[in-house]
T-cell receptor, first 111, second 112 residues
Framework: ETGVTQSPTHLIKTRGQQVTLRCSSQ?????VSWYQQALGQGPQFIFQ???????GRGNFPPRFSGLQFPNYSSELNVNALELDDSALYLC??????????FGPGTRLTVT | DAKTTQPPSMDCAEGRAANLPCNHS???????VYWYRQIHSQGPQYIIH?????ETNEMASLIITEDRKSSTLILPHATLRDTAVYYC?????????????WGAGTKLIIKP
């Protein structure tokens, strides 16, 4: 059984640029959730995708968007990057709304 | 906001049982208690969850009080690799309450 994988591991971008982060869900899972974790804080929910549709969203602006593909992998896109977007971005997959299993995260630094 | 309260930090001696408390006094009838842990800069790791009965798996035991207002995660024989931030989270398994809302967690330090 393959766990949740994320790419890239680390990324450095400049303010105003756009970024795409990728997530492959665990085998058998059909739901992907994305979280943002600032240094020293707990993760914050960005949104969730279920069967290729957004299934809920946290308090994040529209410049945070996502996609889920037929194989249940997912992308997180962030436009017009701001310095405060620097964080660890976590992807979690689950079967329906059951327990979520997390990937190792992508560390994004915006300069 | 998170619906749980945890102590910010705890120490435990290696080989001893680590007991991590969590208060969730506003938990509703269909909400589960989940525990995750996060080792420095890694993705959170699912540990265990329960509704009202005590639960045990290969990693830990979860003891939930009869009134469900608090719970304790027990790591029976703590090792140095158990040093991590432990998060207690309350959520439903229904479609309307899918997200995990995280508090600050408890930083558990296992000492040799």
């Amino acid at each position: 059984e393959t766990g949740v994988t994320q790419s890239p591991t680390h990324l450095i971008k400049t303010r105003g640029q756009q970024v795409t982060l990728r997530c492959s869900s665990q085998s058998g899972h059909n739901t992907v959730s994305w979280y943002q974790q600032a240094l020293g804080q707990g993760p914050q929910f960005i949104f969730q995708y279920y069967r290729e549709e957004e299934n809920g969203r946290g308090n994040f602006p529209p410049r945070f968007s996502g996609l889920q593909f037929p194989n249940y992998s997912s992308e997180l896109n962030v436009n017009a990057l701001e310095l405060d977007d620097s964080a660890l971005y976590l992807c979690a997959s689950s079967l329906e709304t059951y327990e979520q299993y997390f990937g190792p995260g992508t560390r994004l630094t915006v300069t | 906001d998170a619906k749980t309260t945890q102590p910010p930090s705890m120490d435990c001696a290696e080989g001893r049982a680590a007991n991590l408390p969590c208060n969730h006094s506003t938990i509703s009838g269909n909400e589960y208690v989940y525990w995750y842990r996060q080792i420095h800069s890694q993705g959170p790791q699912y540990i265990i969850h329960g509704l009202k009965n005590n639960e045990t798996n290969e990693m830990a035991s979860l003891i939930i009080t009869e009134d469900r207002k608090s719970s304790t995660l027990i790591l029976p024989h703590a090792t140095l690799r158990d040093t991590a931030v432990y998060y207690c989270i309350v959520r439903g398994n229904m479609d309307s309450n899918y997200q995990l809302i995280w508090g600050a967690g408890t930083k558990l330090i296992i000492k040799p």
